[in-house]
């Protein structure tokens, strides 16, 4: 699958430029996007899932322009994790495939398929619940923004082993917004995002040092800057 972004702006409505013409061909299997807060990562994440839409630019996957198939919420009234699952699986899901899929992100099915989706589940509990239905759809393209938020250090190294998992299962392309240097070990290709702008987009092994070069820089700077004041 090829996701491509082509002169993609994005501007608030007082006028300050958040994303500043992002040109990328994403095509490897597994992309992660990152950068420091404020470089734009979530917004971009919008952007591609439909959420928000460009001021300027246009999305292709696989040469078709999906810039405006923007994604309805679902709605959530009155749906049980079991409808959303299965909604997710295109299939009416038995209660064995529900909880092989709910396991894989550290859930009981017991405890969860018959639930509501409403106020009782924790943020913890619904990116769970996100990844596992992620895991059932099996798309052409797969984004998380931020998957580790909400998730305590334990379940993160079960987190960290779903996504080798689903890097092995899936045919599609899967595409990360993290900072967790984990996630970013296990990716084919890095993207870094700065300022609104692609500042580097190769081979993990390329970008990660360059990365950590900036970090202890800009901590040499304000250790300096500390010593002065």
Not at 158 to 168: D, S, T, Y
Not at 192 to 197: S, V
Request: hydrophobic share 40%; charged share 30%; glycine share 8%.
């Amino acid at each position: 699958e090829v996701l491509e972004l082509q002169d993609i702006c994005y501007e608030t409505e007082d006028g300050k430029l958040i994303l500043d013409h992002i040109n990328a061909t994403i095509e490897d299997h597994f992309v992660v996007i990152t950068g420091p807060n404020g470089s734009g990562k979530s917004t971009l994440a919008k952007v591609i899932a439909g959420i928000n839409k460009p001021s300027k630019g246009r999305i292709l996957l696989n040469g078709e322009d999906i810039t405006d198939w923007f994604q309805q919420p679902v709605r959530f009234k009155g749906l049980t994790i079991k409808d959303l699952m299965s909604l997710a699986a295109g299939k009416d899901a038995s209660v064995s495939e529900l909880c092989n899929l709910l396991s894989e992100v550290g859930l009981c099915a017991k405890d969860y398929i018959n639930r509501d989706l409403d106020g009782s589940l924790s943020g913890g509990e619904l990116k769970r619940i996100e990844i596992a239905m992620a895991f059932a759809r099996n798309s052409d393209l797969t984004l998380f923004d931020e998957p580790e938020a909400g998730i305590d250090l334990w379940s993160f190294q079960k987190l960290i082993r779903v996504f080798e998992k689903m890097v092995a299962a899936s045919d599609g392309n899967i595409l990360i917004i993290s900072h967790q240097e984990r996630i970013l070990d296990i990716a084919d290709k890095v993207l870094y995002l700065k300022d609104g702008k692609v500042a580097m987009y190769d081979t993990k092994d390329k970008v990660l040092p360059q990365i950590i070069g900036m970090q202890n820089s800009t901590c040499s700077v304000l250790t300096e800057k500390m010593k002065e004041d």
